[in-house]
């Protein structure tokens, strides 16, 4: 079996890769590297002893991307390319709705003209919005608050309406709360370049000196601590869940939310990193960023019942991995 992987060069991506590789499945890797880096491919068969078959090509590219599925037996696609900076969604609206959803109708069309029924693609908890109440469950009322945010909710709604006009398509949505972690080889993980949106990988630059001091956005949040509560998943256990979802015999059209259930304020972050990793984090308080909210965590029931979904990994092997990963990679 073939599996057509998107942006299998990102993070989430490429530990998704191994998992795939790892179960004896075929890979074809298409990602045009504007956020991730070619030598990804080779820490991937370092790890796993095997090989892919990658495009460097865009999605945005309709006559490259047919050629992949021309030339390609592809069974099912794992869609990860996206842009996904938010800050940045704001400033350039129009280069996220261009690449984010014009990516994914050519793959849709692409797959519709080859025959391939099965997607699995990436959201995000930021299509619940501001949640009433907590932990979130995939029927709640959804809504955003940034255009990144706005084209995963456009590209939903676009399955949506894709499996209503053809219900032979298999479609499963992905909603990630907050992956950190990296792989245990140390080969695989996320460091950014320049300052980082995203607090762990803010507290690993802080961590190796390359940041003064972490910004905690906000202490007046009605949480445990007053600092923002989020869920943060592993993300070896989100790539198990694509696993999972891949393998699910239950066909049509599914949402599962994919986080731990359990939330963790941003002082409990920086706090589990200083302990496992013996390390001091300067920090200091400052005001709210715009449009954060003040916890988000998952009801993984769902994915739990019907696809037997089960974090594997804990907070302080997030912290660990995370720091080992950046170390390893300076
Ligand atoms: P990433 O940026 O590391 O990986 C995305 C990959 O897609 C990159 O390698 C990039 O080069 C590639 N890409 C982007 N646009 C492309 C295009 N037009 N054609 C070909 N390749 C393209 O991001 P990630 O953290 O691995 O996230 C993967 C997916 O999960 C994204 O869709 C993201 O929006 C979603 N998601 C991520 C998070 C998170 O916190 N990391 C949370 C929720 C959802
Ligand atoms: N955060 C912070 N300082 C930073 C980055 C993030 O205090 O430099 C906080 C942020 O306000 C939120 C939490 O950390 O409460 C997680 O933020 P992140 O951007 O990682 O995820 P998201 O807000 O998108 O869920």
Redesign the pocket.
Known sequence: MKILV??G?????SHTVVDLLNDGLEVVI???????KRDVLEKIKKITGKCVTFYE????DMEKLDSIFKKESISAVIH?????AVGESVSIPLKYYQ?NLT?TINLLLCMQKYNVKKIIF???ATVYGNPKTLPIKEDFPLSTTNPYGTTKLMIETILKDLYQSDNSFDIAILR?F??IGAHKSGLLGEDPNGIPN?LMPYIVKVATGKLPVLNIFGADYKTVDGTGVRDYIHVLDLSYGHMLALKNKKTGLKIYNLGTGKGTSVLELVTMFETVNKVKINKKIVGRREGDIDACYASCSLAERELGFKCRYTLEDMCLDSYNYVKNNN
């Not at 060069?9 to 991506?13: H, L, P, Q, R, T």
């Not at 298409?30 to 991730?36: A, E, I, K, M, T």
């Not at 090509?57 to 945005?60: F, G, I, R, S, V």
Request: hydrophobic share 25%; net charge negative.
């Open positions: 998107t942006g060069c990102g993070y989430i991506g298409v990602d045009n590297l504007v956020n991730s090509y865009d999605l945005c990860f390319a996206g842009l996904k690449n990516g990436s959201s995000s990630y907050n992956p995203n």
